[in-house]
C-alpha cells in the first residue's frame, strides 16, 4: 500500500489480431494509463519500471524485468525502496 510500482500503460498494448509483440506504447495508450495512475498515487511511493515510465512520472526507475532483466529489476527495486 505504501509503495506503487507502475509502468507506463497497466495492460499490453496489444492489439487482437497482432502477432505477439513488445511494441512500445502509443502516446494515446501512454496518456491514459497515467490519467489511472493519478488516481493510484495519493500518499503512495511511486517507482518506475522501465525508461517510458521514467520519463512520464518522473519518479526512481528500475529496469523492466522482462528479456532476462529480473536480476537487475530486483536490484533496482532494493535500491528504490532503501532511498
Known amino acids: 500500500e505504501e509503495v506503487l510500482l507502475w509502468n507506463v500503460v497497466p495492460t499490453h498494448p496489444h492489439r487482437p489480431g ?3 509483440s513488445n511494441r ?3 502516446r494515446a495508450e501512454a496518456a491514459a494509463g497515467l490519467l489511472f495512475v493519478q488516481r493510484l498515487v495519493e ?3 511511486v517507482v518506475a519500471v522501465g525508461r517510458l515510465a521514467e520519463r512520464a512520472l518522473f519518479a ?3 529496469r523492466h524485468p522482462a528479456h532476462g532483466g529480473a536480476q ?3 536490484a533496482g527495486l532494493m535500491r528504490a525502496l532503501d532511498a
Open 43 to 45: 500518499r503512495r511511493r
Open 72 to 74: 537487475a529489476f530486483r
Open 60 to 62: 526512481p526507475y528500475v
Open 18 to 20: 497482432e502477432p505477439s
Open 24 to 26: 512500445a506504447p502509443t
